[in-house]
């Protein structure tokens, strides 16, 4: 069974820092994997997503990569503002039937003016 | 593009009322709609698989009887939380997933409906 872990749970950090926030999933038979951000109260809007094949995924600020083997992927956020703050989740895919998502349980930042 | 909206957005009800939510893709067709359960500071939780024509797929521990999914159209699933209990209260995330085109492989959400059960 698929379990998706997110550490830390929460982080606060001072605005311009950059941060890294990690994922680990037990079964690395992976099809892709997403990182999400949620606002409180808010569904979910899609950061990035990459493919079982790929290393690594960049946009703007953002870069995600993803080691399948070890079962780890990685949120990097650079200099982090305060409209950063929310709750980013990842998920992971395992296959390209049915298309069902496994949740971690979050990452709460926080970014301090 | 790929936008998907819920209605209502938030709904208090009395124990016993039955509560029908609607999930929309506006922009897209899905074959696909999931339904989600997040409850307060925890991840969401996969309920049941949704696909157009057919019956929907639950999850293990979800009660088929209690919550009824019905996907009518390309852009319509509804899901109708029966019977309702306090314990039922929660945040319900729909997404849906495009049927083809070059985002099929992504799902999209909805923003959420807070069900309060009084």
């Known amino acids: 069974k698929q379990e998706v872990t997110q550490i830390p749970a929460a982080l606060s950090v001072p605005e311009g820092e950059n941060l890294v926030l990690n994922c680990s999933f037990t079964?690395?038979?992976?099809?892709?994997l997403q990182w999400f951000r949620q606002d409180p109260g808010k569904g979910l809007t899609s950061l990035l997503l990459?493919?079982?094949?790929?290393r690594e995924q960049t946009s703007g600020r953002l870069n995600a990569s993803l080691d399948k083997s070890s079962g780890r992927s990685t949120l990097y956020i650079a200099a982090s503002q305060p409209g950063d703050s929310a709750t980013y989740l990842c998920?992971?895919?395992?296959?390209?039937?049915?298309?069902?998502?496994?949740f971690g349980q979050g990452t709460e930042l926080s970014v301090k003016p | 593009g790929a936008v998907v909206s819920q209605h209502p957005s938030r709904v208090i009800c009395k124990s016993g009322t039955s509560v029908k939510i609607e999930c929309r893709s506006l922009d897209f067709q899905a074959t696909t709609m999931f339904w989600y359960r997040q409850f307060p500071k925890q991840s969401l939780m996969l309920m049941a698989t949704?696909?157009?024509?057919?019956?929907?797929?639950?999850e293990q521990g979800v009660e088929k009887d209690k919550f009824l999914i019905n996907h009518a159209s390309l852009t319509l699933s509804t899901l109708t939380v029966t019977s309702a209990h306090p314990e039922d209260s929660s945040f319900y995330i729909c997404?849906?997933?495009?049927?083809?085109?070059?985002?099929?492989?992504?799902?999209?959400f909805g923003p959420g409906t807070r069900l309060t059960v009084l």
């Open positions: 997404s849906a997933r495009p049927t083809g085109g070059l985002l099929y492989n992504e799902q999209f």
């Open positions: 998920a992971v895919r395992r296959d390209n039937q049915g298309g069902k998502l496994i």
């Open positions: 949704s696909n157009e024509g057919s019956k929907a797929t639950y």
């Open positions: 990459i493919q079982s094949s790929q």
């Open positions: 079964d690395s038979a992976i099809y892709n």
